[in-house]
C-alpha cells in the first residue's frame, strides 16, 4: 500500500502564500491525489484532486510532477482561517478501493 | 440540509457495553466509509460499502461491525467496549470511487471509561 509522508507542522503569516509537500513515493497508476482540512471538532472536508500535472480551483492550486511521486498543495494569500490540518490522500483501485490518509500537517496561520 | 449526519455526537459509555453510531447521507452517494480518527489525529479508514456491499474491510476487531440497510444508511455496531475504542469516529460517503470527493459528517466523539 502507499503510504503519504508529510510534514508535520507549518507556520506562515497573513497574506502570504503556502505550499505544503507531501511524498508518495509508491504511487500506483490508478492513484489520485487529494487534499482534504480539518478545523477542530469538525469532519475533513475536500480541497482539490488532481491526476497529474496542474489543477486549480477556487481555494487552492494542486502541482504534481511527471514522476508523480510528491505533489504540493499551495494555498494562495492564507487567512487566519486556513489554520487547520491539511491531509495528503492517495487513492488506488488495489486491494478493493483502499484509502490512506497522510498523518496532516499542521498548519498555523499568524496575523 | 445536512449532507452527511452522524448521531449521537458525544459518546461515553463504560467498557464492556455495546454502542451503535448511526450516519445517514442525503447525496445520493453510492459509497459510504467509516474512519476512526485517534488521540494522535491520525485518521484511518475502517469499512467501506458500495451499493451496500462491503468493499472495504481493515483489520479492525471484529467488535466492529458495520451495516448498510440501504445505500444512504451505514451505521457502526461496537460490541464489548475497550478503553482503546476511545476515538472520534467519521462516517462519510462519495459519489461511487473511492478517490472522488468525500463529505464527511460531524464525527462521533466515542469515550469508553
Known amino acids: 500500500l502507499a503510504k503519504t509522508t508529510q510534514p508535520i507542522s507549518m507556520d ?5 502564500e503556502v505550499n505544503i509537500t507531501c511524498s508518495h513515493n509508491n504511487i500506483a497508476t490508478n492513484d489520485y491525489i487529494t487534499w482534504y482540512q480539518q478545523f477542530p471538532s469538525q469532519g475533513p472536508r475536500f480541497i482539490i484532486q488532481g ?3 496542474k ?3 477556487e481555494v487552492a492550486s494542486l502541482f504534481i510532477p511527471a514522476d508523480r511521486k510528491s505533489s504540493t498543495l499551495s494555498l494562495p494569500r492564507v487567512s487566519l482561517s486556513d489554520t487547520a490540518v491539511y491531509y495528503c490522500l492517495v487513492g488506488f483501485l488495489t486491494g478493493g478501493f483502499k ?3 497522510g498523518a496532516g500537517t499542521r498548519l ?4 | ?5 452522524q448521531t449521537p455526537k458525544y459518546l461515553v459509555t463504560q467498557m464492556g457495553n455495546d454502542k451503535s453510531i ?3 447521507q442525503n447525496l445520493g452517494h453510492d459509497t459510504m466509509y467509516w474512519y476512526k480518527q485517534d488521540s494522535k489525529k491520525f485518521l484511518k479508514i475502517m469499512f467501506s460499502y458500495n451499493n451496500k456491499e462491503l468493499i472495504i474491510n481493515e483489520t479492525v476487531p471484529n467488535r466492529f461491525s458495520p451495516k448498510s440497510p440501504d445505500k444512504a444508511h451505514l451505521n457502526l455496531h461496537i460490541n464489548s467496549l475497550e478503553l482503546g475504542d476511545s476515538a472520534v469516529y467519521f462516517c462519510a460517503s462519495s459519489p461511487g470511487v473511492p478517490y472522488a470527493e468525500a463529505f464527511f459528517g460531524q464525527g462521533t466523539r466515542l469515550t469508553v471509561v
Open chain 2, 1 to 5: 440540509d445536512t449532507a452527511v449526519s
Open chain 1, 108 to 111: 498555523f496561520v499568524k496575523a
Open chain 1, 12 to 16: 506562515s503569516y497573513e497574506g502570504q
Open chain 1, 51 to 53: 491526476y497529474k500535472t
Open chain 1, 99 to 101: 484509502t490512506i490518509f
Open chain 1, 55 to 57: 489543477v486549480t480551483n
Open chain 2, 22 to 24: 448511526k450516519c445517514e
